[in-house]
């Protein structure tokens, strides 16, 4: 069974994205980061998107600046098979990417028992809140930045009830990061 996790930048209030969308406090250039983000983007898999952050990203790693200046995440981001999620796009142009526009979880449900390497949403807020409800998170990895916005979009939008979580892996960053990794306590 293929494994579904979860890869989000958060502040240390809990937020996702400011309450305008931005995510631009999560985008740090030191070389340790960049090393971790590159090998991140070499790993493989099955990249998981919702429409949101589809068109985000699908608007900067095809473009030469991408590929100037991030050479290895921008080689990932491009050739990885991709799907994005989204009951209004009409076409996903970007290489690579399937369009999924049928039930959430019960795609999910049956991209898991799929052979294959695993799957990372990356961002997508209201992808992860729907599926932490499903229980179709195997693993949630959180990257902490320290930064605080008072107000934004919480990731867990949504979620009824309560979601355990046991932590498995912690990294931290000299840049001041901190890498959370969390699976659901059965």
Not at 7 to 16: E, I
Not at 81 to 87: C, E, L, N, Q
Not at 160 to 180: A, D, E, Q, Y
């Amino acid at each position: 069974m293929r494994k579904l996790v979860a890869f989000t930048n958060v502040t240390l209030d809990g937020y996702f994205a400011d309450a305008n969308g931005d995510m631009s406090w999560a985008h740090k250039q030191d070389a340790e980061w960049k090393a971790f983000v590159a090998d991140n983007a070499s790993s493989g898999g099955e990249l998981l998107f919702g429409r949101i952050t589809y068109e985000l990203m699908a608007g900067y790693w095809p473009t030469p600046l991408a590929i100037k200046n991030d050479p290895i995440v921008a080689e990932g981001m491009n050739n990885l098979p991709k799907v994005v999620f989204s009951r209004t796009l009409d076409k996903a142009s970007w290489k690579n990417t399937k369009l999924v526009k049928s039930d959430l979880a019960a795609e999910i449900r049956k991209m898991k028992k799929e052979s294959g390497q695993d799957m990372v949403i990356l961002g997508s807020g209201s992808i992860v809140s729907q599926l932490a409800q499903e229980g179709l998170i195997d693993e949630y990895q959180m990257v902490v930045n320290p930064v605080v916005l008072g107000k934004g979009r919480n990731l867990f939008d949504g979620v009824k009830g309560k979601l355990v979580l046991k932590l498995t892996k912690s990294l931290t960053f000299g840049n001041g990061n901190v890498l959370l990794c969390y699976e659901p306590k059965l």
